[in-house]
């Protein structure tokens, strides 16, 4: 469950940033003093608000080696690295995507991950636990699964979602910051304290409403890649790979990249906050499909 909450958390953290480097730069100021041109400020929304997902877009990769730690195989060392590294290329060829870097990272949990800037620029790593776990049928199909999240170009298209919500969460929480501003506090002199903390607060308040979005669009995706590892490496063997990440799974070492793993998932409320469906519903999907 990694890569979403990898883009929503780098995200929020980058429109946080950005937002303080308006306030230092004065450009709230300025669109104060143009009396908060409405069109104005949503392209100035845009602008940040797409900026910082594309940011966290285009430092995907780099933000997942440093994080998880891994180890890009170069030049395979070994039966398994070079059984793994020839699978890839040949669910790539399957997929029409280019040949993505192959990464191998420690963590007892069998688990795997695809992220990248583009569909030829692309990773998909590995867990040592995976390899250990998993018969070469079944990781073949948790590559396959991975391998068509790249296809389908999920980062890309999650990228302009969040943008989308991104800008909408800057315009609305200067809107709120002038009410509050003006309206509540009478403030018509100038943008004060009570202005920027309003605006910080309502992009945080906004932000994790706007990750609900985000989600539920990472579930959706999930039942396509499913489907999409089944074409590439057969049904049964998706399914039985699922089968054996629902009765070995952990989570992975670092809980701030949930969203990035194959597994995960959940019900009740918090279920609005997971990135991936329950284990069971995926499985009863791919049967059903059948």
């Not at 059984?83 to 420690?106: C, H, K």
């Not at 799974?249 to 990249?257: I, K, M, V």
């Amino acid at each position: 469950m990694k890569r979403i909450a990898l883009l929503v958390a780098t995200n929020l953290a980058i429109l946080l940033v950005l937002s303080l480097i308006v306030r230092l730069l004065g450009l709230d100021a300025y669109l104060a003093r143009a009396g908060t041109n409405l069109g104005a400020l949503l392209v100035f929304a845009a602008i940040f608000g797409f900026g910082g997902s594309f940011i966290s877009l285009a430092i995907s990769k780099w933000m997942a080696k440093r994080a998880m730690g891994v180890r890009v195989i170069e030049q395979p060392t070994s039966p398994s690295e070079q059984w793994l590294v020839a699978t890839v290329r040949s669910l790539a060829q399957s997929a029409g995507i280019g040949m993505p870097e192959v990464g191998v990272f420690q963590s007892p949990a069998p688990n795997a991950f695809a992220t990248g800037p583009r569909r030829d620029s692309a990773l998909v790593a590995v867990s040592t636990g995976l390899l250990q776990r998993m018969n070469e049928d079944e990781v073949r199909a948790v590559l396959g699964h991975e391998v068509t999240h790249v296809a389908n170009g999920d980062m890309v298209t999650l990228t302009l979602i969040q943008g989308v919500l991104n800008t909408f969460v800057i315009f609305l929480s200067y809107i709120i910051g002038n009410i509050v501003d003006r309206a509540v506090l009478g403030n018509r002199q100038g943008r004060g304290l009570a202005y920027t903390a309003t605006v910080f607060v309502s992009q945080l308040v906004l932000g994790i409403l706007a990750s609900i979005i985000v989600m539920a669009f990472s579930r959706m995706r999930e039942f396509r890649a499913d489907r999409g590892g089944a074409r590439l490496a057969g049904r049964e063997n998706m399914i039985a790979a699922l089968e054996r990440l629902k009765a070995a799974h952990e989570p992975l070492p670092s809980s701030q990249f949930a969203a990035f793993g194959i597994s995960g998932g959940g019900r009740g409320p918090m279920r609005l906050f997971l990135s991936h469906p329950p284990l069971d519903e995926r499985i009863a999907a791919l049967r059903a499909a059948a």
